[in-house]
């Protein structure tokens, strides 16, 4: 058995090897730590890549944004300064309100509702990152976004004036809506941000939480399944047009693994990190009655400002997201 695969993988080797000349080695910067899984299933999906290709594309990751900042890596992609990237595209709702999909506060808030929100929108996000010189490879969700806090916070008052860190349109806004201060910081400066009070309290999931260590500043956490943001893996169009027809196969199979694996990986990483932060020593519960109800009339309200914005193509993908309910 073991012969007859390492025979057949060595066979496949040798067959795509000879079709390309020479292995390309490409960069993929990424924002968030080597050990968080959206950047371990994105170093399995390069080692899928370069093993599919016989080594012609060999994909190295460069997680917490070590290569380019977070907010800086759609912008490298998209002038070719680096061949591949992944992407919280949240964060670019500045460019385009379909960006924002996945933020609309309370309107998938399971990963089931998600994966639905997102399949309505999968063929306008593909278009929209064309345009942008974008080729569309995978996207694996964030699990469900809870609220941090450093004390007890039973309302929406509660949170006046707490400087609040955000990480895209949607978080800012949600802070300025409940009298908050939002400063935005990348995830990687997260834990120091936090340490030095620039921001005491923010919005995201049990994950990254965990992976910002975040109990050595803060002490709540508030389940509220907000909703579930997207990390998007595009390549650089032209790098993308340069490569054989195999070979973009090749990528686009090991794509497909990648996004159905991120999602398992996603739903294992909400409760082992939730779990973790109690370990840490925070307090996580749901949130209660009244906060939940504060939220979500700052949630309509954001609901309605991105249906404005979106247009036709925003409100056609809510709908046929809503018919499937
Ligand atoms: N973590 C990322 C985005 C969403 C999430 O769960 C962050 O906080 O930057």
């Known amino acids: 058995?073991?012969?007859?695969?390492?025979?057949?993988?060595?066979?496949?080797?040798?067959?795509?090897?000879?079709?390309?000349?020479?292995a390309e080695t490409w960069d993929l910067p990424l924002a968030y730590p080597a050990t968080n899984f959206h950047s371990e299933n994105a170093a399995d999906f390069g080692a899928c890549v370069g093993q599919a290709t016989g080594g012609a594309i060999n994909i190295v990751t460069h997680p917490n944004g070590s290569l380019f900042a977070g907010n800086d890596i759609k912008r490298a992609v998209q002038t070719g300064q680096a061949p591949i990237g992944e992407r919280l595209?949240?964060?670019?709702?500045?460019?385009?309100?379909?960006?924002?999909?996945?933020?609309?506060?309370?309107?998938?808030?399971?990963?089931?509702d998600h994966e639905r929100l997102w399949e309505a929108a999968g063929p306008a996000m593909v278009e929209i990152l064309d345009a942008q010189n974008l080729v569309y490879l995978y996207s694996v969700a964030w699990p469900p976004q809870g609220l941090y806090f450093k004390r007890e916070i039973n309302s929406v008052a509660d949170m006046e004036g707490i400087r609040f860190r955000s990480y895209n349109t949607a978080t800012a806004r949600m802070a300025e809506l409940t009298g908050m201060r939002p400063v935005q910081i990348e995830a990687a400066e997260l834990s120091q941000a936090l340490a030095t009070g620039v921001a005491e309290s923010f919005i995201s999931s049990g994950a990254t939480g965990y992976d910002s260590q975040v109990w050595e500043s803060l002490t709540h956490f508030y389940e509220v399944d907000a909703w579930l943001p997207r990390n998007i893996i595009f390549a650089n169009k032209q790098a993308w047009a340069a490569l054989d027809e195999a070979t973009q196969t090749a990528i686009r199979d090991c794509a497909a693994e990648a996004k159905a694996a991120g999602l398992e990986r996603s739903i294992a990483y909400t409760n082992f990190t939730l779990d973790g932060l109690r370990e840490g020593g925070m307090i996580v519960q749901r949130a209660g009655d009244e906060l939940m109800e504060g939220l979500r009339e700052v949630g309509a309200i954001m609901t309605e400002e991105w249906l404005q914005n979106a247009g036709d193509t925003g409100r056609a993908v809510i709908e046929a997201y809503r018919a499937g309910n």
């Open 1 to 22: 058995m073991r012969t007859i695969k390492t025979l057949m993988a060595a066979t496949a080797l040798t067959a795509v090897g000879a079709a390309s000349a020479a």
């Open 89 to 112: 595209i949240s964060a670019h709702q500045n460019e385009n309100p379909m960006f924002g999909i996945d933020s609309i506060p309370f309107l998938a808030t399971s990963f089931e």
